[in-house]
DNA sequence: GTCTATAGTGCGATAGAC
DNA sequence: GTCTATCGCACTATAGAC
């Protein structure tokens, strides 16, 4: 698996995106006619990440957010119900989309190495196909209400568990021999969160998400190898 | 070294911070008296961070922030210009004194095993010994103006460079072998930064910094180990 | 379905009493 | 040195013309 083929076979375009969340918030937005409708969604769910990822998304008013998608105040308030309801709007959507992908993703690998890659390696992935919504569900996630606050830190602890369930299996398998499965898991997802939060430091230093990739796999497995190795990923 | 031992011997509690604030920003502050000037301003920088921490900078109204400190509005602006100049004043004076520590700490080490295991260490335990100052200036970093947020680039690759230094040293003196410095030194500040911004995580779990240095080490120098191993660390 | 114009609110900051 | 009271402004959100 590349980047490049993740990207062709994963439902993940902006418009994806728009059409889930016109769909799971039909009642709120006062447009009609469902391609009028994602359309300027998708003009407003780019602008937001743009403006927001620059300065923040409390500092965005709501005139930045009109100038930079091209729809007036009016059109803008046609598409949601408030600036705190497009938060909402944004990261319960692309939560209950990158989780999906997630799931489908690395469940059919059996050996614990290459199980471990491949779950490496789609977090990766997804995070790179998907960068700005990534980023901004970080850095925004307290200024969600409690009981939003309360979905993004389970479907980010979801993620580590992942990991460490992983390495306890290869644990167990004779594959791995790692003695502390969860402070391994929580390093992982440290570097993996590293791709989407520092992307532009990496992209001065031209280093693909592939080639970070092999090097997160490549130390992980490394600091996780029992007695019979497990420097084998998940095949094509 | 210990954390408990490290916390004693630098000279960074909060009234040493405020003091250092106080001296470096006289102009802006219009009490005089510099007993009562520096008794105030803990109270506003522990206010700050506090609740900052929680909603974020930009979303902590000046209301809020003299309701958590206990001073009056009129109090409050009789210690700062503006509610930018005390992010700066808070940015500027904690980098100024973190790059100090820093700076002083790993110098006196020689081998590259122990010098690497020194600059990890102190890092984590300036981290933790500052937490709320390092998540703050995490997180609110792009508040800033253009050339404050220069600076913090600039002191946020500075750390970079010195893992990527050290390996590199290491690499050419047969103790290390890695054959890549400044990816491997990306991610250690990666697996550093994880501690302060997730702390709750392992407060949660209760793992101390002490455990969690000793977890970042020992897999750092695992993945750099040359032929003639590198596992030990820096002496007392 | 999209626009302009504006109502109403809560902010950062200050003046002046004590 | 600290307080209360208030100014002017920029914001979110809406009403109504087209």
Request: glycine share 6%; hydrophobic share 40%; aromatic share 8%.
């Amino acid at each position: 698996m590349s980047f490049a083929r993740f990207k062709r076979e994963a439902a993940i375009s902006r418009q994806d995106i728009c059409r889930e969340m016109l769909a799971s918030h039909r009642a709120a937005i006062k447009i009609q006619k469902e391609e009028v409708a994602i359309r300027n969604l998708e003009r407003i769910y780019d602008a937001t990440l743009r403006v927001s990822n620059q300065k923040g998304f409390q500092a965005m008013t709501m005139r930045d957010l009109s100038r930079a998608s091209g729809l007036s105040m009016g059109a803008l308030y046609d598409h949601l119900a408030s600036k705190e309801e497009l938060l909402e709007m944004i990261q319960s959507t692309g939560r209950r989309l990158t989780s999906r992908i997630l799931k489908e993703s690395y469940a059919s690998v059996e050996d614990p190495g290459g199980k471990l890659a491949a779950a490496i390696r789609t977090h990766l992935y997804l995070s790179e196909a998907m960068q700005p919504w990534f980023f901004f569900s970080y850095m925004e996630a307290r200024h969600l209400g409690d009981k939003e606050k309360q979905l993004a830190k389970q479907s980010e602890q979801r993620t580590e568990r992942v990991f460490a369930g992983i390495i306890r299996q290869g644990n167990k398998q004779g594959a791995f021999n790692e003695a502390d499965p969860n402070l391994t898991a929580a390093v992982i997802k440290a570097m993996v969160q590293d791709w989407y939060l520092k992307r532009w430091k990496y992209a001065k230093r031209r280093i693909s998400v592939d080639r970070y990739a092999d090097f997160v796999i490549k130390a992980t497995l490394g600091c996780c190898a029992g007695i019979n190795g497990a420097g084998k990923e998940a095949g094509a």
